[in-house]
């Protein structure tokens, strides 16, 4: 039975909801009566189960079983489990998912070798996995029977005895043949069980013979590598594809010193495939390269990967060897020339494109000399197909590297920049081609969402370089551009104004932000007048975005004067204001939160001579949200206006300094009779802020440095901030909010109030409450009840008059009843999950054994 | 004729006509010639620098020098913005042929001529002005007076009773309606997607086909979609009437609208739209429907003030035929397919003929206006850029291409209000003329010279031009083309009872011939073969008829002879038949088969054969026959 948090959850619940269970881990009698009924049931192949589910969860609780309990005794102890296995493989038409289910319940098993032998000495598991298994039988069609195959063959190998088993009844060969199997997950299951094998038969290999080919590898071990070999010398790409995917996995996984031993095995043909017109494997190739340069294995600079390495990144396609090249750059350990060559590989397209758009000897370009052919990158770039593709990974590749900590190699900022710039001006049919490629890349690019959005993150991402003034100018320039552009897509220009925040902060913060502070103040005219107009946008996306922008804009800058001005100068708040009354709810909610920030502008702009009404307009704007929280129909704004008063409280805004216990007190009345959740849980955490302020500011909060109060002043100031509590109907507020139906409230409810009650229950008030006969056995669990009751109904919305009679709250009552109430029993039972019943291994076999029982009523149902 | 467009932009170099007195019109300085020559002060009026003509708007006339159009037989008509010189052609020149064009093409478009009319007409003005178009009194006028292209040719606008008169003369079609012309061609309009009514027209024969694709668009707007496949396999396709402004995409332009239309009335400002009666102001009240209320501006009055506001309005609303899917299914409901309807039913929308009368009394600002006309010359737009250009806090906003909205504005200067530039023109870019000649794949484009090369000022822009292959034919001014196709074929019709007196003869599988013997008949250019008059009876008496009476001399018909002759076979059968001497000599045509003994050659040549014998006929219709042995006969 599901734990019901329906709005009338009993209080009686309260104080008896201490049940708990663990999920069983241990085979109980319950469910030992219980298993040979759904054995029976799963051999039986006239027993449809219609749910594959069942048999997903009966495979993890026997694998959770076989990792606590001896799996040996428990087939002894279950012989209806070696009976369901003999059964299924007697069965002449089994059903391909329960014979894939045997298969991997054999395999968990298996695993254990004592196991594994008691299932040797049936033939259970020749007859499974071996020729004559279902191996030859027609159910092999079925990618699930494969599927099942291969993955009880993967659990079984944990020990040399499943190894010697798979080399002696040919089933490494099948796993071969599975690793083209037409099924992805097949394929992959086969590939991954392949890696496992060679792991662990190799496992015990850890040093580095004198000669490789006398080395005395185990049989299985040999096997594979002579299969990866011959498929790398294979004319079949899918083989040698299978063959790297297999090697990246084994690079990637195991740093043993053999995989040294491995590579300089087959490097040889690695690096021939490189070298091969044109290349085939070239992402599995970067793959493989990528693995094995994260291996500390191979980390050492006259490692012969990295030779193979520089030779990708000259063979290899521009379109493949990004990603390589910017792998190579994240690394610590790479020796700097291979470095050097990843990055002018990320920066020759960059190069070409800015060389496209710039006279000859204008400007020499950001590379010094090329590691590829520069052809093929133009080739690449005057082509509809691959230009934009080849551009966007590019752009994407560098901006990963703006945000390394510790780039290892000098970038060319200032050209980078320029090649950015210039892209973006192409995008819009701002760049004025220089060349042949330079008209081809205009005509491919003019309109192209997909690279625009790439060269706007990095040109955010290259704000953090320092710039000289006339680079500034030109990322500006391009900027308005596109913010001013009515063809600018919503997330384009979504992206320009993430790209112009992080400028404008940068230039900020920069150490020589007043040499471009008039260059910044007319772009902020200028930007301004172009928020102005998106604020006013049809599109409800841009009026959304415009608002963003400005919010980050504001709670950044804010405190910078000449921001303010600028901004108090445009029409900007205004129409912030006015976009509170939006009939979109994303832009009302955005504006809130606009407003939230302006808010603590407009009061700092009040404060001077000169501008009128500051004041009068702060309060309409409190007043504003305050209606937003009470009568908006959506829940987005809704949210955002608690999501401002907590910031409003946390960060001492005017306004609600005046008279805090006033506003929280008439933002907790509106939360709670609001049925969204989530403005439930600001309301909450809105609460927990005002209480933590309340008990820090009487000295009461646990601070380990404060100075520690008599005993008799913090009783003063306890009884002090329990009345502030009572009079803003804190507890009312709390208590109703652990009634909520919602789990994340009724947690966060407890959670506070168990933090109070550590702070206001301590020895002492519990002394004086006992002395004051103020116990619980005193009044009685009845008068309990009657006061949670009293407190619940009155957190909902009274008639008026009736409220504060009602809600009036004595603090000795409240502190009775934190003392009375299992506060932390109910927080464990509300951190449990709804199902944790449902979990249960007995529910899940009653599960199997109900469905099976009504299968046939419910299909006729379906009719 | 393919459309007779009205050059407007001439009416940009003449001061605008206030409908009421205009202070500061009025006491523009006249203009002074370098030398201090002030002869030409009372017609030229300078403002802000710029040197305008005070007189009656005049407009430049299609070519009319080229041609005699008295000569033109058909006039098409592509949408009702190319019409609007149609009365200077068809009461001046002579013409005495058709115009065709669809309903709302006329309805629509008579209602942009009675407009123009009556914008100029209601506000007389004494003066015209003609000294300044003296050619050397022209060459020392500032730009771009001095460099305007045959003023001389320029006209004053026409009348009613002309436009009446010339509108009585198109003849009525419907998208893919088929209309014979002469017999020679066969002309069929098909939907162009740009305007109600608006048409591409086909022109072909049986073997031959021209398209002529001007202002079409591809979006989705009122008008019914454009019919593409109609286009395929065309031997030439004229292409014109592409849009003005291809770097401004539509809906961003839509978008730049409304947020600079709310933006203005939010400061408490006034919008000004300039615009014609119809076409984009459908749509731009549409979008306006669905923004107002999410911008607040619900309480903002929009006032639509035209002549002919009302007919527009609800012309646009009877034409469901020639409406987008969308539109016309809304008439099967039954509703209104636009929306303006419901904004005048609300009072959101108000239309009056002009700003006299009920428009002064029902007037509120801040309000938005749309009126004409876009050149800013004439119509009730100049009475509110007189009264609200003084205040920044108004806006006037160009949304009609076809006008330089800084040349608009030059008498007007110096002016406060702001100015926006939206043009919204929904016909092809060219990148939706790649796509649409990639897909109807016509044999040859012919197209304006402005379309081959990047617009002037932006020369680096190679994506703004026709990018095709093989390359398009351009044209410029006056220039005589030849079509890249030649007609080669005509079709003939038969007349059943000869076709019955045929007799093929299968001359190689799935070919059959048969000789035909017939009268071609010829009229209105259809081609018809009828079967020979009968043998002439032989004369009741000896009296000689007149030449003209003759039926056809009738010679007995002899059999055509195809095939080719074997020489070895052919050689044989000479000496079968006595021939003993046979000689066969090849040549550069044929070969010379000689007979020595009979002194005979005969020579077979491929399409000939000549028997040379000495006067002995018996021998030559012998070796005749041979020949013939070996040709088929039918």
Redesign the interface.
């Known amino acids: 039975m599901l734990p019901c948090y329906g709005d009338a959850l009993p209080l009686s619940l309260f104080l008896t909801f201490f049940y708990q269970k663990k999920t069983r881990c241990i085979m109980d009698r319950e469910c030992s009566q219980l298993l040979p009924s759904v054995c029976a049931v799963l051999a039986d192949s006239r027993q449809l189960v219609a749910d594959d589910t069942f048999l997903e969860k009966f495979l993890d609780w026997f694998k959770t079983l076989t990792e606590t309990e001896s799996s040996l005794l428990l087939l002894q102890e279950n012989p209806c489990l070696t009976e369901l296995i003999t059964c299924v493989l007697k069965l002449k038409d089994p059903s391909s998912s329960t014979l894939s289910f045997i298969l991997r319940l054999t395999g968990i098993f298996a695993a254990s070798e004592s196991c594994f032998q008691y299932l040797q000495q049936r033939e259970l598991l020749i007859s499974l996995f071996g020729e004559v298994g279902p191996l030859s039988s027609a159910l092999w069609e079925e990618a699930s029977v494969r599927s099942g195959w291969v993955q009880g063959v993967h659990s079984m190998v944990q020990h040399q005895s499943a190894l010697h088993f798979l080399c002696s009844c040919g089933a490494i060969d099948v796993i071969f043949t599975l690793q083209g199997d037409p099924s992805l997950f097949v394929a992959s299951a086969a590939n991954q069980l392949l890696v496992h094998v060679l792991t662990f038969s190799l496992q015990s290999f850890q040093t580095k013979p004198e000669n490789i080919k006398d080395c005395d590898w185990p049989i299985c071990a040999q096997k594979l590598i002579v299969h990866i070999e011959e498929s790398l010398k294979s004319n079949s790409a899918s083989r040698i594809k299978q063959s790297l995917k297999l090697l990246t996995s084994v690079f990637g996984c195991c740093h043993d010193l053999w995989t040294e031993v491995l590579w300089s095995r087959l490097s040889e043909r690695i690096v021939y495939l490189l070298e091969e017109e044109p290349v085939h494997a070239g992402h599995s190739l970067v793959d493989l390269f990528l693995s094995m340069a994260r291996s500390p294995v191979f980390s050492c600079p006259e490692c012969s990967l990295w030779t193979s390495v520089t030779c990708a990144l000259e063979h290899l396609n521009p379109a493949q060897v990004g990603r390589l090249a910017v792998g190579v750059l994240k690394l610590q350990e790479c020796p700097q020339a291979v470095k050097i060559q990843a990055l002018s590989v990320l920066l020759q397209p960059m190069d070409c494109v800015l060389k496209a758009a710039s006279q000859p000897l204008e400007y020499p370009g950001l590379l010094n000399r090329s590691v590829n052919d520069s052809a093929t990158v133009e080739t690449l770039l005057s082509c509809r197909s691959s230009c934009a593709s080849l551009l966007c990974q590019t752009l994407t590749h560098l901006e990963e590297l703006q945000y390394l900590t510790c780039l290892p190699v000098d970038l060319p900022h200032i050209p980078l920049l320029q090649s950015v710039v210039t892209i973006l001006q192409f995008c819009i049919?701002l760049?004025?081609?220089a060349s042949c490629l330079g008209?081809k890349i205009?005509?491919i690019l003019?309109?192209c969402f997909r690279v625009q959005r790439s060269a706007l993150d990095i040109l955010g991402a290259l704000s953090h370089w320092e710039s000289p003034s006339v680079f500034i100018g030109s990322v500006f320039d391009i900027l308005l551009a596109y913010l001013k552009?009515?063809?600018?897509s919503p997330t384009v220009l979504k992206k320009s104004f993430q790209a112009t925040l992080k400028w404008l902060v940068s230039l900020s913060e920069a150490p020589s932000s007043k040499d471009h502070w008039q260059q910044t103040e007319q772009f902020l005219r200028d930007l301004f007048l172009v928020l102005?107009?998106?604020l006013?946008?049809?599109?409800?996306e841009?009026r959304d975005s415009a608002l963003e922008f400005l919010t980050l804009l504001v709670k950044h800058l804010r405190e910078k004067e000449w921001f303010r001005q600028v901004l108090f100068s445009s029409?900007v708040p205004?129409?912030t204001e006015?976009l509170l009354?939006?009939?979109?709810s994303y832009v009302r909610a955005s504006a809130v939160t606009a407003m939230g920030q302006l808010s603590f502008l407009t009061h700092l702009i009040s404060k001077k001579p000169g501008v009128e009404n500051g004041n009068v307009k702060e309060k309409s704007i409190v007043a504003q949200l305050k209606e937003i929280l009470s009568t908006d129909s959506e829940g987005f704004p809704r949210r955002a206006v608690i999501s401002v008063f907590i910031d409003w409280l946390r960060e001492g805004h005017p306004d609600v300094l005046k008279d805090t216990e006033q506003f929280v007190s008439s933002v907790l009345q509106a939360v709670n009779s609001d049925l969204d959740w989530e403005v439930k849980a600001g309301g909450l955490e809105l609460a927990e802020v005002f209480s933590a302020q309340i008990l820090g500011r009487l000295g009461l909060a646990a601070c380990p440095y404060a100075a520690v109060l008599s005993s008799a002043t913090r009783s003063t100031h306890l009884s002090e901030s329990l009345q502030i509590f009572c009079q803003v109907k804190l507890f009312e507020f709390l208590f109703g909010a652990l009634c909520d139906c919602d789990r994340p409230v009724a947690q966060k409810a407890c959670d506070i109030l168990i933090a109070l009650k550590a702070e206001l229950c301590d020895e002492s008030s519990l002394k004086e409450g006992t002395s004051a006969g103020l116990s619980t056995e005193a009044r009685g669990i009845a008068w309990l009840e009657e006061t949670l009751r009293r407190w619940s109904s009155c957190a909902k919305p009274c008639p008026r008059g009736d409220a504060d009679e009602a809600g009036s709250q004595d603090p000795n009552g409240v502190l009775l009843v934190l003392r009375t109430v299992d506060l932390e029993g109910l927080h464990r039972s509300l951190n449990r999950s709804s199902d944790h019943i449902e979990k249960s291994p007995q529910s899940l076999l009653q599960d199997i054994l109900a469905t099976v029982g009504t299968l046939e009523e419910n299909e006729a149902d379906c009719y | 004729m393919l459309d007779c467009g009205l050059d407007m932009t001439s009416t940009l170099n003449f001061l605008p006509l206030p409908l009421v007195q205009s202070p500061r019109l009025s006491k523009l300085p006249g203009w002074v010639l370098k030398d201090g020559n002030t002869f030409l002060d009372k017609e030229l009026k300078e403002c802000s620098g710029h040197v305008f003509v005070d007189s009656v708007p005049e407009f430049c006339l299609p070519e009319t020098e080229l041609l005699d159009l008295s000569t033109v037989d058909v006039i098409l008509i592509s949408n009702y913005h190319c019409m609007m010189a149609l009365p200077y052609i068809t009461e001046y020149t002579g013409f005495t042929g058709t115009v065709y064009a669809t309903e709302p093409t006329v309805q629509i478009g008579r209602l942009l001529m009675e407009e123009l009319v009556n914008f100029i007409e209601r506000v007389p003005k004494a003066q015209s002005a003609s000294l300044w178009k003296n050619k050397e009194v022209q060459r020392l006028l500032p730009a771009p007076l001095k460099d305007a292209v045959e003023v001389s040719t320029w006209r004053r606008c026409y009348t009613m009773p002309e436009v009446n008169s010339a509108l009585s003369k198109i003849q009525l079609v419907g998208y893919s309606q088929k209309i014979e012309l002469f017999g020679a061609v066969q002309v069929t309009p098909l939907s162009s997607g740009y305007a109600l009514g608006s048409s591409n027209w086909i022109i072909q024969s049986h073997y031959e086909k021209v398209s002529y694709v001007s202002g079409s668009s591809l979006l989705t707007t009122h008008p019914q979609a454009m019919d593409q496949a109609s286009l395929k396999n065309s031997d030439v396709l004229i292409l014109t009437g592409l849009t003005q402004i291809p770097?401004?995409?539509p809906d961003?332009?839509?978008?730049?609208f409304?947020?600079?239309l709310?933006?203005t009335v939010?400061?408490g400002g006034n919008v000004l739209v300039p615009c014609y009666p119809s076409g984009v102001i459908y749509d731009l009240l549409e979008?306006l429907y669905?923004?107002i209320?999410?911008?607040?501006l619900s309480n903002v009055p929009f006032y639509f003030i035209s002549p002919v506001a009302n007919s527009s309005l609800e012309f646009s609303q009877i034409f469901a035929e020639w409406l987008c899917h969308n539109k016309q299914t809304k008439v099967y409901l039954p509703e209104p397919p636009f929306p303006h309807a419901e904004l005048i039913q609300t009072n959101k929308l108000k239309h009056y003929p002009s700003i006299h009368g009920d428009f002064s009394n029902d007037f509120k600002q801040p309000c938005v206006v749309f009126t004409g006309h876009p050149s800013l010359r004439f119509g009730d737009v100049v009475h509110f850029m007189e009264l609200w250009g003084k205040s920044s806090l108004n806006t006037v906003i160009f949304t009609e291409p076809d006008f330089s909205y800084l040349e608009a504005l030059a008498p007007y200067q110096p002016l406060a209000m702001k100015c926006v530039y939206?043009p919204i023109d929904t016909r092809l870019n060219f990148?939706q003329v790649s796509k649409l000649l990639k897909e109807v794949q016509p044999l040859h484009v012919v197209c304006p010279e402005q379309y081959t090369q990047p617009p002037p000022t932006?020369s680096?822009?190679?994506?703004l031009m026709i990018d095709c292959q093989p390359p398009a034919m351009s044209y410029r001014r006056a220039e005589v083309l030849t079509l890249p196709f030649k007609r080669r074929y005509e079709k003939i019709e038969i007349m059943p009872e000869l076709a019955d007196s045929l007799v093929p003869l299968e001359i190689k599988p799935g070919i059959s011939l048969a000789t035909v013997s017939a009268v071609l008949h010829t009229k209105d250019n259809k081609h018809v073969l009828q079967p020979p008059p009968k043998p002439a009876q032989p004369p009741a008496s000896k009296k000689r008829k007149r030449v003209s009476d003759d039926a056809p001399e009738c010679k007995p018909l002899k059999p055509l002879l195809s095939g080719s002759i074997p020489m070895d076979q052919f050689v044989q059968t000479l000496e079968k038949h006595g021939f003993s001497d046979v000689k066969v000599e090849d040549t550069a045509k044929g070969h010379i088969v000689l007979l020595q003994e009979a002194e005979t050659l005969i020579q077979i040549e491929e399409d000939s054969t000549h028997i040379i014998c000495d006067n002995d006929e018996t021998l030559r219709v012998k070796l005749r026959d041979l020949v013939l042995k070996f040709l088929q006969k039918f």
């Open positions: 049919g760049a004025t081609p008209n205009s005509r003019i309109g552009s009515p063809d600018t102005q107009k998106r006013c946008s049809p599109y409800w841009v029409e205004k129409l006015d009354e939006d009939p979109e | 770097t401004a995409n961003g332009m839509v978008g730049e409304c947020s600079n709310a933006m939010r400061n979008c669905q923004y209320d999410s911008a607040g939206c990148i932006q680096h822009r190679t994506d």
